[in-house]
Structures are given as C-alpha cells and as structure tokens.
C-alpha cells in the first residue's frame, strides 16, 4: 500500500460553500466533519496537540481558522500538486535507497499539527500532509512538495532501518536534532540533489552558518531537558531565523559521515547520540 489517501477534498468544499465563516464556526464545521468522517484522523490531532500541553480548540481557534479561508486557493494547489509529486518521490526513494516498504500518504485539513507528520496510520506508516500548514507557510509548489515528502519519508526510512519507533528518542533535545538531521540528510539523498524544503529564501542556508554558534551554544544549553521548539517550530523561532534545528541536525549527520556509514548513523543508542551531540555542539 503505497497510495495517497484523500482526506481534504471533502472539507475543502465546505469551505467553499462557506466563504464568510468565522473562526468559532470554522471549528465547529472542522470537528463536526472530521468526527463523522475521520474519527481517527481527529483523535490522533487532538492527542498531538494534548502530548504538548495545549488546548486543541484554543491553537485551532487562535493559530488556524482565522486564515484558513484565504488560504483556500493554497491548499487546493497543494491537494492537486501532492499526488504527482508523492509518486516521484517514491520512486526516487525506491531508486537512490532502496526503500520499497509499505508506506501510507494522508492529505488532510487539519489543525496545525504540521505540514507533514510521520507516523502511523492504520496500523501501517503514514506520512499526513496538514494542508492548512503547507498553505500558511507556502509550500504549496512543486519543489517545496518534493522536499516535505522526502523529509517525512526519510523518518519512515530511519525508523525502518532502525527497526524500531523514533518517537523515544525525539523526546530528548540530542535525540530530536539527531532524527531531525538524518531526516534532512535523507532528503537530499532521496532527491538527489541538496535540499532544505524549509528555507526561508536563498540565503536562509547562509543565514543558518552565521548563527551557527549561537545556535550551537544555545541548543548545548538545554540538552539536558530544555525547550528546543524554538529551532523547530514553524510558529516560533531563533533571533529571527526559523528551522535552524534542522541546519544544525544536518550538519550533525554529515559531521558523524567523516567516520561512519550512514546504516551506522542509522542504529546509534540514545547514550552515544547525547554523548557525540554534546561534542559535536561543543566544537562549533
């Protein structure tokens, strides 16, 4: 099972139907339409929400809804761009890794979640695309689309190869920019060509390295249970600089590539991930 399930087309259309609706009736059509049709799909964004200590309704209310209207035009263009692109992208995962492993596709309006979340669903790995993310944040075009499905799909492949859930490790701060920085590492492999689909334009990478020790600095910092949302988040971010957790991750894996391979990386145990971060951010 390799499709792309389509699980937005039929509140897009509600959407349309329903131009003028505010916020607080936006969330009522959302819930109501996802309890009725994606049960799963609404528990799973609800318990997302809940493991970070937020109120589903309020970030829906607050963070989501009030653009969500005029970002119908994005999220169409992303809805007829996804399906194309998430077939070429398989493919090129098959050709430059060799990863033929069942793995679900889920389009989605949802409730800012993410872009793209890989996980599980149905009982099979999943990669869900948050329509309402890709929109806000534009990554509704063709090379945007490509690198979102080769990042998520680059967890799937992590965790496959690993054999076992990244999610224990992506609770500690060296554990997250490690499985965030394979994941970006991946997606260039997969692709074939170096790409940060979360660059905020051309000299977003140049930007990154002139931050680099701050960021390395701070991230140091709070290994030992710290809040590093701010170097991942789409809704916050580092002295003005969004993403530079994924800069930083990436430079992590190409750093432990001098003198490993990358299957190697791959299998690395929480103690020496903590222990090879620390040195790593130490050194910059």
């Given at each position: 099972?390799?499709?792309l399930?389509?699980?937005?087309?039929?509140?897009?259309?509600?959407?349309?139907?329903?131009?003028?609706?505010?916020?607080?009736?936006?969330?009522e059509?959302?819930?109501?339409?996802?309890r009725?049709?994606h049960?799963?799909?609404?528990?799973?964004?609800?318990?997302?929400?809940?493991a970070?200590?937020?109120?589903?309704?309020?970030?829906?209310?607050?963070?989501?809804?009030?653009?969500?209207?005029?970002?119908?035009?994005?999220?169409?263009?992303?809805?007829?761009?996804?399906?194309?692109?998430?077939?070429?992208?398989?493919?090129?995962?098959?050709?430059?890794?060799?990863?033929?492993?069942?793995?679900?596709?889920?389009?989605?309006?949802?409730?800012?979640?993410?872009?793209?979340?890989?996980?599980?669903?149905?009982?099979?790995?999943?990669?869900?695309?948050?329509?309402?993310?890709?929109?806000?944040?534009?990554?509704?075009?063709?090379?945007r689309?490509?690198?979102?499905?080769?990042?998520?799909?680059?967890?799937?492949?992590?965790?496959?190869?690993?054999?076992?859930?990244?999610e224990?490790?992506?609770?500690?701060?060296?554990?997250?920019?490690?499985?965030?920085?394979?994941?970006?590492?991946?997606?260039?492999?997969?692709?074939?060509?170096e790409s940060?689909h979360?660059?905020?334009?051309?000299?977003w990478?140049?930007?990154?390295?002139?931050?680099?020790?701050?960021?390395?600095?701070e991230?140091?910092?709070?290994?030992?249970?710290?809040?590093?949302?701010?170097?991942?988040?789409?809704?916050?971010?580092?002295?003005?600089?969004?993403?530079?957790?994924?800069?930083?991750?990436?430079?992590?894996v190409?750093?432990?590539?001098?003198?490993?391979?990358?299957?190697?990386?791959?299998?690395?145990?929480l103690?020496?991930?903590?222990?090879?971060?620390?040195?790593?951010?130490?050194?910059?």
């Amino acid at each position: 099972m390799r499709e792309l399930i389509d699980a937005a087309s039929g509140f897009l259309g509600l959407l349309r139907k329903n131009p003028g609706m505010n916020p607080e009736e936006l969330l009522e059509l959302w819930e109501e339409f996802h309890r009725e049709r994606h049960p799963d799909l609404f528990r799973k964004q609800v318990e997302c929400h809940a493991a970070e200590g937020f109120d589903w309704r309020e970030i829906a209310r607050k963070r989501v809804f009030p653009g969500l209207p005029r970002r119908l035009p994005l999220m169409e263009a992303a809805a007829g761009t996804l399906p194309g692109v998430w077939e070429r992208v398989l493919g090129q995962a098959g050709e430059n890794l060799g990863f033929q492993e069942e793995v679900l596709g889920v389009v989605y309006v949802g409730i800012g979640c993410g872009a793209g979340w890989a996980t599980e669903y149905g009982g099979v790995p999943a990669v869900l695309f948050g329509l309402e993310m890709i929109a806000e944040l534009e990554w509704h075009t063709p090379e945007r689309l490509e690198g979102l499905c080769a990042h998520e799909l680059g967890h799937v492949i992590h965790q496959a190869w690993r054999g076992e859930p990244l999610e224990p490790l992506e609770e500690r701060p060296a554990g997250l920019l490690y499985t965030e920085g394979f994941a970006q590492r991946l997606e260039g492999l997969i692709l074939g060509r170096e790409s940060f689909h979360q660059a905020a334009g051309p000299d977003w990478p140049e930007r990154c390295r002139e931050l680099l020790p701050d960021v390395a600095r701070e991230y140091l910092g709070r290994l030992n249970g710290g809040d590093v949302r701010e170097f991942f988040g789409s809704w916050c971010d580092f002295r003005g600089l969004r993403y530079t957790g994924y800069f930083l991750g990436h430079m992590f894996v190409r750093h432990l590539e001098e003198e490993m391979f990358l299957r190697e990386i791959a299998d690395l145990g929480l103690a020496e991930i903590e222990d090879r971060v620390r040195s790593f951010l130490g050194g910059l």
